[in-house]
Nanobody, 123 residues
């Protein structure tokens, strides 16, 4: 049974930082592209970024580029999302997801999802 468990969310003031973690089990983690998505109330799920299985390549949405960084530790089956210079518009539930195919450009590409962790940025 595949499980993705996110942690690290919380309440932070604008300009602050948070680091989210996602621990995977039940899959060969090092063969999956890992992505981060977010969903604010009343809005569609939005791509945040992804990292290839090797960790050599990362891709980000324009809205977070230069502020967010994705990394992974394949020995720990964990992917991270470092979020700096947070803005109120970053408030959302953040999800990690695993993509076996490696394309990882859209939510539909992902095979497994975590339950999400809430990030709230106050102004």
């Amino acid at each position: 049974q595949v499980q993705l468990i996110e942690s690290g969310g919380g309440l932070v003031q604008a300009g602050g930082s948070l680091r989210l973690s996602c621990v995977a089990s039940g899959l060969t983690f090092s063969t999956y592209t890992m992505g981060w998505f977010r969903q604010a109330p009343g809005q569609e799920r939005e791509f945040v970024g992804r990292i290839t299985w090797s960790g050599r390549s990362t891709y980000y949405a324009d809205s977070v580029k230069g502020r967010f960084t994705i990394s992974r530790d394949n020995a720990k089956n964990t992917v991270y999302l470092q979020m700096n210079s947070l803005k109120p518009e970053d408030t959302a539930v953040y999800y990690c997801a695993a993509d076996r195919s490696g394309s990882g450009a859209y939510a539909k590409d992902y095979d497994y999802w975590g339950q999400g962790t809430q990030v709230t940025v106050s102004s």
